[in-house]
C-alpha cells in the first residue's frame, strides 16, 4: 500500500511571513487613522513629495508677482489679494512642513517600540535628523523675516502670519521685504522637505532590510521545523528500538 505523502504545513508558513512583514497587522485599527504602520509609512513619504511640487509651485509665483509689483507705489485691493495667496499658503505649507518632520519621528519612535529588537541606536539616529531639519527649518523663517525687519512672534500661528502680510503688503518698501522673505522662506521649506524624503526613505529601506533579514531566518527554521516533522511522521527518521522494559527507558 502505497504511502501519502504529507505536505508541508504552507499555511503556518504564510502565517509567519505575514506577521513578520506586518506586526501591526493584528492591531488593525488601533494606530494613527487606523491605518497600520507600513500604510503611515507610504503616507508620510506621499504627503512629503506633494509637499515639495507645491513649495516649488508656489516660490515660483511668489517670484512672478515680486517681479511684478517691486516699483509699483500703490497696488489695488485685488492685485494685493492675488498676491497675497500663495503667500499665505507659502507661510501655511512651511508649518505643515514641520508637522510631517514631528510625525516622521514618531513613525519611526513608533516602528522601535513595535519592534524592540530593531537597532535602537538607529531609530535614535533618525529621530536626531528629523529634529534637526525641523529645527533647521524654523531658523531658517526666522532669519527671513528678521531680515525683512519682520518680528517672527507675528508669524506665530497662520491667522497672526496673514495679518502681519497683509499689513506689510500696504508699504511699497515693506511690500518688498515680505516678498523677498516669502521666497527665502519658500525655498528653505523645499530643502527642509527633500531632507524630510531623503530620510524618510533612508529609514523605510533599512527596515525594510532588517524585516527581510528576520523574515529569511524566520522562514529558514520553519522550513527546516517542517522537514523535520515532515520525515518524523513520514517514517523516513527512525527512533531506536527500545530494548527492556519501557518504563525504565523513560527512567534511566
Do not use: C, H
Not at 504602520?37 to 509665483?61: D, F, H, N, S, Y
Not at 513613525?107 to 538607529?122: E, K, R, V, W, Y
Not at 502681519?164 to 530643502?191: D, E, K
Amino acid at each position: 500500500m502505497l504511502k501519502r505523502k504529507r505536505s508541508k504545513p504552507a499555511v503556518s508558513r504564510i502565517l509567519v511571513v505575514l506577521v513578520a512583514l506586518f506586526p501591526g497587522m493584528a492591531l488593525g485599527g488601533t494606530l494613527t487613522g487606523g491605518a497600520t504602520l507600513p500604510e503611515q509609512i507610504v503616507q508620510e513619504a506621499t504627503a512629503i513629495q506633494a509637499k515639495i511640487e507645491g513649495a516649488e509651485r508656489l516660490v515660483t509665483q511668489i517670484q512672478q508677482y515680486e517681479n511684478m509689483v517691486q516699483n509699483m507705489v500703490n497696488l489695488p485691493q485685488q492685485v494685493i489679494n492675488q498676491v497675497m495667496q500663495p503667500i499665505d499658503q507659502m507661510y501655511g505649507l512651511a508649518s505643515q512642513a514641520e508637522n510631517l518632520g514631528t510625525n516622521a519621528q514618531n513613525i519611526a519612535q513608533q516602528f522601535q517600540s513595535m519592534n524592540p529588537s530593531f537597532n535602537p541606536q538607529l531609530t535614535a539616529q533618525y529621530t536626531q535628523n528629523y529634529e534637526s531639519i525641523n529645527t533647521g527649518l524654523q531658523n531658517a523663517i526666522n532669519t527671513a523675516l528678521q531680515a525683512a525687519n519682520l518680528n517672527p512672534n507675528n508669524f506665530a500661528t497662520q491667522a497672526q502670519a496673514q495679518q502681519a502680510i497683509a499689513q506689510a503688503m500696504q508699504n511699497p518698501n515693506s511690500r518688498n521685504a515680505i516678498l523677498n522673505a516669502s521666497v527665502a522662506i519658500g525655498q528653505a521649506t523645499t530643502s527642509d522637505l527633500n531632507q524630510l524624503l531623503a530620510t524618510v526613505t533612508a529609514e523605510n529601506n533599512a527596515e525594510m532590510d532588517w524585516k527581510a533579514n528576520k523574515l529569511n531566518t524566520q522562514v529558514q527554521q520553519t522550513g527546516e521545523i517542517a522537514e523535520t516533522m515532515s520525515q518524523w511522521v513520514g517514517g523516513t527518521i527512525q527512533t531506536p528500538p527500545l530494548s527492556g522494559n519501557p518504563i525504565d527507558a523513560l527512567n534511566p
